[in-house]
C-alpha cells in the first residue's frame, strides 16, 4: 500500500499440493516484500527476509499435505518513526523518502518444483583487455554429487541461450565458449557436490559490448542455464 507505515497482516489457504519426488523439492516463493517479512505455514514459522527488491523462498517439501494450510504474513514497513528496531531512513531503500512509502508484498507468490541444486550470485569479473569470467555458486541441497551442465548467455535473451544450449553439449570440465556479433556463450560440465560449489566459467570477449556510461546507460542481459 503507498502512503503507509507500520505492520500489515496476510492469511490465506493454500490448497493440498504433493510434493514432488526426491530429490526435488517444493518451494514456497515470494517475488518481493517491503520490508521485513515473517512468514508461518500450518502455524509453523519458516522464517524471515528483509529487503524490498529481493525475491525469497522456503522450502515447504511435505508442509502441504492437508486440504487446506494456513499461510500467514507479517509485513514490516517502517517509516521515519522506529517499528520493530527499523527504521526507513537506516535502511536501503529508493525514493521512498522524496516521495511516499510503501510496504506489504510487492509481487506474487507461487509454488514450484526445484531441483536440488541451484544457482546463486552470479557475477562478472571483468578485465580492461575484454576478457571476463562469470562468477557463481552452486548450492546442492541433496546428500549426493550431482552432475550437472551450466550455460551461460551474454547480451543475448533467454531464448537464444536456450536454442544455443541444445546443440552445444560439453562433456567435460573444459568449459565451451563461443562468441556472437554481440555478446557470446560459454558452458560447462560439472560434478556438484554436496554443498556449496564456486564455479568460474570464461565469458567470451566484452569487447564487441558497449560500456555503461550515465550519458547512454546501455544494461546488457546475462542468463545462466542449468
Known amino acids: 500500500s503507498a502512503g503507509y507505515d507500520g505492520v500489515v497482516w496476510y492469511r490465506t489457504a493454500v490448497p493440498s499440493t504433493p510434493t514432488p519426488a526426491p530429490p526435488r523439492r517444493l518451494l514456497l516463493e515470494f517475488a518481493g516484500a517491503n ?82 541444486v541451484e544457482v546463486f550470485a552470479p557475477a562478472i569479473d571483468w578485465r580492461p583487455d575484454g576478457t571476463a569470467n562469470l562468477r557463481l555458486s552452486l548450492i546442492n541441497r541433496s546428500q549426493t554429487s550431482r552432475d ?47 554443498g556449496r560449489t564456486t564455479v568460474s566459467l570464461p565469458l567470451p570477449s566484452l569487447a564487441g559490448l558497449r560500456p555503461w556510461h550515465p550519458d547512454r546507460p546501455i544494461l546488457h542481459e546475462l542468463h545462466v542455464l542449468l
Open 35 to 116: 520490508y521485513r517479512a515473517d512468514v508461518w505455514l500450518g502455524g509453523q514459522y519458516l522464517g524471515r527476509h528483509d529487503g524490498s527488491d529481493s525475491p525469497f523462498s522456503f522450502d515447504v517439501s511435505g508442509g502441504l499435505d492437508a486440504p487446506e494450510t494456513a499461510l500467514v504474513l507479517r509485513v514490516v514497513d517502517p517509516g521515519h518513526e522506529r517499528i520493530d528496531g527499523l527504521v526507513l531512513g537506516a535502511l536501503p531503500h529508493a525514493k521512498e523518502s522524496w516521495y511516499f512509502n510503501y510496504g506489504g508484498l510487492t509481487g506474487g507468490v507461487s509454488l514450484r518444483s526445484a531441483d536440488p
Open 148 to 194: 550437472v551442465r551450466l550455460a551461460a548467455g551474454l547480451g543475448l535473451t533467454a531464448a537464444e541461450l536456450s536454442d544455443w544450449d541444445q546443440g552445444h553439449r560439453p562433456t567435460s570440465e573444459a568449459p565451451l565458449v563461443q562468441a556472437a556479433d554481440k555478446g557470446g556463450f560459454s558452458a560447462l560440465a560439472l560434478t556438484a557436490r554436496p
